[in-house]
């Protein structure tokens, strides 16, 4: 009787682990299948979105060899419809990088310029700056609420009209309140696989 008991369990414990092996083959087939599936090496999405949708004061982001320090962000919303500026800046350069869900994610970098370099009025069909045409793609008002040094009130409505150019460049007006000035920037789009977020500790 002991032996029909040991047998049966020597059985048992046989298919158990037959049946473990067998789900783990299957499980290492599937992720080499997987991997095996062309990737579009210019797809917006690679591992770091949350990363950079959740960007936050004193946060560091690796861009060229070069590590920029978050002082600042500005989140803007548009009837539903967000996004955030943040203020980066190493020992030699700032510029503004901007994140937002646009039918997936969507970074820019941007850099001010004056506006007397600017050829053409704000809310124009079209504007040049450093003979680059600019035409106009969209326009609105936006709520802000400010975080770490930006150079805006803490709060506010913001004017933005934006102008897209050749080879994925972009211009923008800003105007914070009513009755300020404009503020204008040009800038780029980046892939966010170049950019490597190091949130801050805490």
Do not use: C
Not at 103 to 127: H, T
């Amino acid at each position: 009787m002991e032996l029909v008991i040991l047998l049966l369990l020597i059985g048992a414990g046989t298919a158990a682990v037959v049946a473990y092996l067998r789900n783990r083959k299957a499980e290492e087939a599937r992720r080499q299948q997987e991997a095996a599936k062309p990737q579009d090496p210019f797809a917006q999405g690679h591992g770091n979105e949350d990363l950079l949708y959740g960007l936050k004061v004193s946060d560091v982001i690796g861009y060229h060899a070069r590590d920029w320090v978050v002082r600042g962000s500005l989140r803007f919303d548009d009837g539903g419809y967000t996004w955030a500026e943040h203020l980066i800046s190493d020992a030699r350069d700032q510029h503004w990088l901007s994140v937002e869900d646009d039918e997936g994610i969507s970074v820019i970098l941007w850099r001010r310029v004056p506006l007397s370099e600017v050829d053409g009025e704000p809310g124009a069909r079209s504007v040049t700056h450093a003979q680059v045409a600019y035409h106009l793609h969209e326009e609105g008002q936006a709520r802000y609420t400010a975080e770490g040094t930006t150079g805006t009130a803490p709060s506010g409505t913001a004017r933005y009209i934006d102008y897209h150019g050749p080879d994925d460049q972009r211009l923008s007006f800003e105007r914070f309140g009513e009755g300020e000035a404009w503020e204008v920037s040009v800038g780029h789009t980046v892939l966010p696989r170049v950019l490597d977020v190091f949130p801050r500790a805490g």
